[in-house]
Each structure stands twice: as C-alpha cells, then as structure tokens.
C-alpha cells in the first residue's frame, strides 16, 4: 500500500514531464496553465525540491509557453510554502529573464517585482539583490557605448530605482543618473530629464533634499540651457513638481530663476510645460511670484504661429485664470481671450468659445453679463459672417452658465435680430441656438421667440414682444 501511495504521488509530476515533451505545443501551453493544480497536488515542499528545480532546467520551448510559465510564478507565491520560501522562485524567473522573446523577460521582469515584495528585508538582501549580478550589469548598461541601450536605461530608471531599494540608489543610481543627464546624446539626456521629478520622489527621505540640492540640481540647471529643445521641453514638463518636494525656501532661492527662464525659452513646447503646471508651484510659493514673467510668454504663445501652441494655451487659460485672480485676468488676458474668437482657425475660435463657458463657471454670471457678454454680442454686427456665427456658438456655450435673466433680456434679442442675416448659415444657425438655449429659457419666452422668428420674415409688425427691447 505504501509503495502503491508513493506511486500515485509521483503521478502529478510524471503527467507533466509527459505534456511538457509533447510535440503538441498547445498541450505544452495547457500543462503549464495547470501549474498551480499540479502543486497543491504535490505539497508546498516538493512543489519546492521537485517541480520548480524541473521547471528551471527545462525552460526550452514556444515563446507563448515561456510567457504563461513566466505569468504563472508569479502567483506562486503560498504554493511553495509562503512568503519565508518565496526565494525559491527566483531560479527559473531568473532563467526567464534572460530569454530572447521581450514579452518574456517582461514578464518575467514583471513576477520578479511582484514576488520581491513577498521577501522580508533579510531575504530581499540575501537573495533578490544579488540576481543575474545587477548592478556591475547596470552600470555597465548606464555607460554602453551604444545610445540606444544608455536611452533604455534612462526610461526604465524610475522601476530600476524601486526595484534595488534606497541604499542602492543612494550609492549607486545617483552617479548614474547624473551621468545620464550629463549624456552626449540628447535622446539619453531627454529621458533622463523626463525622470527627475519621479527620481526625486522615490528618493530616501532622510537624505532626499540633501542628494537634490548636492547632486541633481547641479546637472538640472544645466539642462535649463540645453542646445536640443526636446531635452528642454522634456525637464520642463516635470521641473514644477520638484517644488513640491523641495519646499519654500528652495524653490524661491534655487527653483524660481529656473522656471523664470524656461518662460522665456524660445522653444513654445518649453514655455508652454512650465504653465500647464503653474499648479504645483502656485501649491508652494503662490502663483503671484511669477505673474510678471508670465505675461510675456503667455502672449507670444497665444500668438504663435502654430495653430496648435495657441490651442494649447487656451486650454490651460481656466487654471490660469483661476490662480492669478480676476483682477489680473481683466487686466492682462481678458483682451486675449476675445481675440481668440476671430481667429482665422475654427478649431481655435471653437477652443476659445469653450473657453469662455469655463471663465464664467469660474468667475460668476454677474462678471460675465459686465465683461464678458457686451463683447460677445458686439460681434452680432462684425461684417465677417464666420464671427456672427462665433456669437451664436458662444452665446450656446454660455447661456447655462450665465442663467434665465441674462440670457433673455441681453442674449436672446441679438439671437432673434440675427434670424434676418443675409447669410442663410447665420440663420440655420440662429434655430440651432433657439433650440441650444430653450432650456434656459421661461416657456413664455420660448413661444414668443419662435413666434418673433417667423414674423420677421413676413411684413407683419410684432407688437407682442414685451421681453425684448428691440424692433423686428
């Protein structure tokens, strides 16, 4: 009976080593999917000693069955005993980690971070962090003389620096990030770039501010000034959330001349980072320290010549707006705002009437109906047909926002004068804001508005009107 019950124990694994030598390779692919039954068959200590010491020596076959065995271990963590044997699973991801296919050793990549957090900091030092050698491959990875492999390094730092833990990055990823942000080539010193809040970040935090200030600071007021514009735009668009991380007094002393000079970079892309991320800096220092500077490179980006750069900039126009005050906006960007609407690009007149719907869900209705709205309905009467039909589309896009009184007494008027234009796509577009604002209006009103439409194309005088203060 004993050797009966030995037989039947070996028979879980024998099944395996059958499938798994199959030709068959979708037989294969089955059998590694059954991973986990096969080792609640066998027991935590053999699934250890029997199955996993197979399964590192035999990994040999179709990519697709690599990927699921590779997927498979990473969930293994209980079937070897817990979280005091979770080592054992580093041979064979080890294996698969350096395989041919990409999608493998990501994957496998991908298991060994899952299964690095099972490990206790004895064990994550003892086993995980002397796997394939890391750090000599690492460095030897961060100076390859090949730029492509050095870019790879630059984009991938961030998990790399969670990955090996805070004494590691301290004595060894620094220098290496530095040396990449210092690289020869701009595609390395990008990616290098567009990592450094993120670095920063995950940086230890009782040394944190001093490994900034001492070591990455230094090489970030370098690349201020950098010859390539995609590495200046790349800094730029992370450089605002160092504030954050370095606090008031840095910021203002050594962060403030940063960003005061990217907005007057003549790159737009670069201009335009440091301002769709005013947020972070307005968290710590307030907004107001860089409102002189700011002016300047809004107006020339709302003036550029690609018609991309002025759309961009609309669209960060509501946070800027809300940071900088309404006293500041009237003063400074409430003309820029109303020039966007006759713009020659309809995406940025569209852009731009949107624009104004936010201003006033920002600022109020009763600032709407005494800056906003006398212009707007002013151009009713412009001679070019496309900016009557932007007064229709902003009055569509404001009439909730400024509510029943406004919209009745100043807007609806203009909309009905506008049903006699002589182009018949102001008109066609005069029942669509009919209809756009209804909503909005007393139903009273809407019968009477409609009735006013059609009587303006007869000989018939209106004398029913007693909402409007204008003659059909």
């Given amino acids: 009976m004993a050797g009966a019950d030995g037989d039947d124990s070996l028979y879980p694994i024998a099944v395996l080593i059958d499938e798994l030598r199959n030709e068959d390779v979708q037989l294969r692919l089955n059998s590694i999917k059954k991973l986990s039954t096969i080792a609640l068959a066998l027991g935590v200590e053999r699934t250890?000693?029997?199955?996993?010491?197979?399964?590192?020596?035999?990994?040999y076959d179709e990519d697709e069955v690599l990927l699921a065995l590779a997927e498979q271990l990473g969930n293994f963590t209980m079937l070897v005993g817990g979280p005091e044997y979770v080592h054992c699973l580093l041979p064979p991801l080890e294996s698969l980690a350096t395989v041919e296919e990409t999608v493998v050793r990501d994957k496998a990549v991908e298991s060994l971070r899952k299964i690095s957090q099972e490990h206790s900091p004895v064990d994550l030092e003892v086993h995980f962090e002397p796997l394939t050698l890391v750090m000599p491959t690492l460095r030897q990875a961060a100076e390859d003389k090949s730029w492509?492999?050095?870019y790879m390094v630059a984009d991938k730092f961030s998990e790399l620096q969670k990955a090996v833990g805070p004494e590691i990055t301290k004595n060894d990823l620094v220098p290496a990030f530095q040396n990449l942000l210092k690289d020869c080539e701009a595609e390395v010193r990008a990616a290098a770039a567009?990592?450094?809040?993120?670095?920063?970040?995950?940086?230890?935090?009782?040394?944190?501010?001093?490994?900034?200030m001492t070591h990455i600071l230094p090489c970030v007021k370098e690349l201020v000034s950098d010859t390539n514009q995609h590495v200046k735009s790349?800094?730029?668009?992370?450089?605002?959330?160092?504030?954050?991380i370095l606090g008031k007094d840095n910021t203002v002393e050594h962060l403030l001349p940063l960003f005061l000079a990217q907005l007057k970079d003549e790159c737009p892309e670069v201009r335009l980072n440091i301002i769709s991320n005013l947020d972070c800096v307005n968290e710590v220092i307030g907004i107001r320290q860089l409102s002189q500077s700011l002016l300047p490179a809004i107006v020339e980006l709302a003036e550029d010549a690609k018609w991309r750069v002025r759309l961009a900039i609309i669209e960060y126009m509501p946070l800027l707006a809300g940071q900088l005050g309404v006293e500041f906006f009237d003063e400074k960007l409430n003309t820029l705002c109303m020039a966007w609407l006759i713009d020659h690009v309809y995406a940025i007149r569209e852009a731009a009437t949107c624009n104004l719907m936010k201003l006033v869900e920002k600022f109020g209705a009763e600032w709407a109906q005494n800056t906003i709205v006398p212009k707007v309905l002013g151009m009713a009467n412009d001679p070019n047909y496309l900016h009557r039909m932007t007064t229709l589309f902003c009055i569509n896009a404001l009439s909730e926002a400024c509510g029943q009184d406004i919209t009745t007494k100043q807007m609806l008027p203009v909309v009905l004068k506008m049903s006699n234009d002589q182009v018949a796509n102001v008109r066609f577009n005069v029942a669509k804001s009919l209809q756009k604002i209804g909503p909005v209006l007393d139903s009273k009103c809407v019968v009477l508005a409609f009735h006013c439409c059609a009587i303006s194309h007869s000989s018939i005088t209106c004398t029913k009107c007693p909402y409007f203060s204008f003659s059909l």
Avoid: H, W, Y
């Avoid at 250890?48 to 990994?59: A, G, S, V, W, Y």
């Avoid at 920063?200 to 001093?210: A, G, I, K, V």
């Avoid at 800094?235 to 160092?242: D, E, H, K, N, T």
């Fill in 194 to 212: 567009n990592k450094v809040k993120e670095f920063c970040e995950n940086l230890p935090e009782d040394s944190r501010e001093q490994i900034i």
């Fill in 148 to 150: 492509r492999v050095r």
């Fill in 234 to 244: 790349a800094l730029a668009s992370v450089i605002m959330g160092l504030s954050t």
């Fill in 48 to 59: 250890r000693t029997e199955l996993l010491p197979f399964l590192t020596d035999t990994i």
